[in-house]
T-cell receptor, first 112, second 109 residues
């Protein structure tokens, strides 16, 4: 079984809808991250969490919110989806500062 | 945060070594060099990292110049499955990775 899973893997939604992307991990890591990737570009950090009570904004947090329900679960919400949020979304985990990150398979989100 | 510069694309013949360069001329003393790759639109996969010494693991070797201003990732015997985008990233022990656009490596049969 994969260490980092994301659901759904693909989603099409309409402008203005609220949508939640979920991430679960079995690696036992405290740190979790949400990234966005636009076509042909690298990943940009949306939010990160160092433990259940510690959540921080990344570079591009506007229009997004997160919830860390447990050590193993980190959800990303788009409060009111807009077409330029169409992108690939990746969740990642790491064991601690300076450690490598493990990425999930991604969610392809399309906002029409 | 220091940034990295990579060539946008490279080709390599199957079975040959692929040498992917990365320039990080403004690297600071506590920043590690990390390499990841992304195959198609899958999640990035960790390859290797180092601080100043050369490193080798089962996937690749990392050569860092003595002044640490550049590095080279070496895939010793490239296969078609190594076709991917390769990202060179600096990280100082905080949360932050800054992903550039990477190098698109195409391994040719």
């Amino acid at each position: 079984d994969a260490d980092v899973t994301q659901t759904p893997r693909n989603r099409i939604t309409k402008t203005g809808k609220r949508i939640m992307l979920e991430c679960s991990q079995t690696k036992g890591h405290d740190r979790m991250y949400w990234y966005r990737q636009d076509p042909g570009l690298g990943l940009q950090l949306i939010y990160y969490s160092f433990d259940v009570k510690d959540i921080n904004k990344g570079e591009i947090s506007d229009g997004y919110s997160v919830s860390r329900q447990a050590q193993a679960k980190f959800s990303l919400s788009l409060e009111s989806a807009i077409p330029n949020q169409t992108a690939l979304y990746f969740c990642a985990t790491s064991a601690g500062p300076g450690r490598e990150q493990y990425f999930g398979p991604g969610t392809r989100l399309t906002v029409t | 945060d220091a940034k990295t510069t990579q060539p946008p694309s490279m080709d390599c013949a199957e079975g040959r070594a692929a040498n992917l360069p990365c320039n990080h001329s403004t690297i600071s003393g506590n920043e590690y060099v990390y390499w990841y790759r992304q195959i198609h639109s899958q999640g990035p996969q960790y390859i290797i990292h180092g601080l100043k010494n050369n490193e080798t693991n089962e996937m690749a070797s990392l050569i860092i110049t003595e002044d640490r201003k550049s590095s080279t990732l070496i895939l010793p015997h490239a296969t078609l499955r190594d076709t991917a985008v390769y990202y060179c990233i600096l990280q100082s022990g905080t949360y932050k990775y800054i992903f550039g656009t990477g190098t698109r490596l195409k391994v040719l049969a």
